[in-house]
């Protein structure tokens, strides 16, 4: 039973071999005949004249659908396909662009490809640089009975690349937020900038040194119908009106030993005309690590007479 089949099977074996290849490389002809469709993303990379920017991402991204034979789609099953679009010199503004084979390389006309959605804008300027300040942006509050009193920044003047358009709507560029929160001692910190529509490219640099110099809170203190002295004068003279209010600044420890009598309110009546009425600036005196906020009223008028006063 055996034989009977080995020599069934070696009987016209080299026939029935070639049988056997000639199906095969029908089959695989068949198979490589037959229409498919694929779809793909194509990368569009675009490419701007010298001296021209585009806004948005240099590359973007397109659906397609291809259709062809299966030997002819065989490469296509794992790859992106690459477009090259080159922006003509000379034109700025929203252009418009219909994406086709013609922007693939090398590209085989006998895969049919339809692109959806095939239309591409992009918006074209002129590059330009400019300098601009750069400015911090503080979040949250220091301590209780502490204050920012200096803000230092180095650098304080970067260089920012991009499209003209956007660059005229720029005026200065903004750190990233710094948290100072509950801080109760002067601090420096390392920040990066933030530069909206502007690319990290286009700045000259991209981080700033922001030291920041605390000290106590300061507040206000009024202190009502302090008397005008007139000084200077040889002569008797009356002032109006006779007292002013002043308001001081310092921190809460100075202020709460300051009193009435340590302030002092004066015009200085020095080359006065008499018998005439002048009009002079109400000066002050102030203790030692006060600042002087307001004087009301700030004028006075002095009345000098011609008769001299009894030393």
Same mark, same amino acid.
């Given at each position: ?12 074996? /080299?026939? &029935? ?12 002809? $068949? ?12 990368? $569009? ?12 991402? #240099? ?18 099953? %794992? ?5 090259? +679009? ?17 922007? +693939? ?7 049919? +490809? ?16 400019? @300098? ?25 003047? =970067? %260089? ?30 390392? =920040?990066?900038?933030?530069? @909206? ?20 809170? &300061?507040?206000?203190? &009024? ?15 009356? =002032? ?17 030993? =300051?009193?009435?009598? #340590? ?11 008499? /018998?005439?009425?002048?009009?002079? /600036?109400? /000066? ?16 006075? %008028? ?10």
């Amino acid at each position: 039973m055996r034989r009977r089949y080995s020599e069934y099977i070696l009987k016209n074996f /080299q026939y &029935k071999l070639a049988a056997l290849v000639l199906s095969c490389l029908f089959w695989y002809i $068949v198979q490589g005949e037959e229409i498919l469709e694929m779809n793909v993303r194509i990368a $569009v990379k675009i490419r701007t004249p010298e001296g021209y920017l585009i806004k948005g991402p #240099d590359t973007r991204f397109k659906d397609a659908t291809l259709r062809a034979s299966r030997v002819l789609l065989g490469d296509f099953s %794992t790859k992106t396909l690459d477009a090259t +679009l080159r922006l003509p010199d000379g034109k700025t503004g929203q252009l418009r662009f219909r994406i086709d084979k013609e922007y +693939l390389k090398n590209w085989d006309n006998r895969i049919k +490809l339809t692109v959806h959605d095939p239309y591409l804008s992009v918006f074209v300027d002129t590059k330009e640089s400019k @300098k601009v300040p750069v400015r911090e942006y503080i979040k949250g509050v220091p301590a209780d009975g502490f204050i920012i009193e200096k803000t230092l920044i180095k650098p304080n003047i =970067v %260089t920012i690349t991009g499209l003209k358009s956007e660059l005229s709507k720029i005026d200065e560029i903004l750190t990233e937020p710094i948290d100072v929160d509950g801080i109760s001692s002067s601090k420096t910190y390392d =920040v990066k900038l933030i530069a @909206k529509d502007i690319p990290k490219s286009g700045l000259s640099i991209d981080k700033v040194n922001v030291s920041l110099a605390l000290g106590e809170k &300061k507040i206000n203190k &009024k202190f009502e119908n302090i008397q005008i002295e007139v000084v200077g004068s040889d002569y008797v003279s009356v =002032v109006k009106p006779k007292f002013v209010s002043i308001v001081i600044q310092g921190t809460p420890g100075i202020l709460s030993f =300051v009193s009435k009598a #340590d302030l002092e309110a004066f015009v200085d009546a020095r080359d006065l005309e008499p /018998q005439k009425k002048h009009q002079k /600036q109400v /000066q002050v005196k102030i203790p030692k690590e006060t600042v002087l906020i307001e004087t009301f009223p700030q004028n006075a %008028t002095v009345d000098i007479y011609s008769q001299k006063r009894l030393n």
